[in-house]
């Protein structure tokens, strides 16, 4: 089992950044696939950026290339999302998510939620205009 605590999210202006952090424990956390997915009211969750064991590939939603980062630190079992530029389309509750499950057709398989077996509670991101 994985536990996933968020935090960090908040209340910003558009323009605005915000650091969101995931800590990780319950099993090695280098050998997880981590995540942040995002949903917001009355919209599917969707997946905003996702990032490999060794932190070699990334991959990021088109609405949030060249503002978001998504990083880990697999010393300290943390994955983060900065968030800049914020823009009110953004607000919605934000979830780390891991995977441990395999697959066949390598790092991009792990673009659906699907593929995540562990979550976090959520974190609200609130991005005013």
């Known amino acids: 089992q994985v536990q996933l605590v968020e935090s960090g999210g908040g209340l910003v202006q558009a323009g605005g950044s915000l650091r969101l952090f995931c800590a990780a424990s319950?099993?090695?956390?280098?050998?997880?696939?981590m995540g942040w997915f995002r949903q917001a009211p009355g919209k599917e969750r969707e997946l905003v950026a996702a990032i490999s064991w060794s932190a070699t590939r990334t991959y990021y939603a088109d609405s949030v290339k060249g503002r978001f980062t998504i990083s880990r630190d697999n010393s300290k079992a943390t994955v983060h999302l900065q968030m800049n530029s914020l823009k009110p389309g953004d607000t919605a509750v934000y979830y780390c998510?891991?995977?441990?499950?395999?697959?066949?057709?390598?790092?991009?398989?792990?673009?659906?939620?699907?593929?995540?077996?562990?979550w976090g509670q959520g974190t609200q991101v609130t991005v005013s205009s």
């Open positions: 319950g099993r090695t956390f280098s050998s997880l696939i």
């Open positions: 998510a891991a995977s441990d499950l395999p697959s066949s057709g390598g790092f991009y398989d792990y673009t659906s939620s699907t593929k995540y077996n562990y």
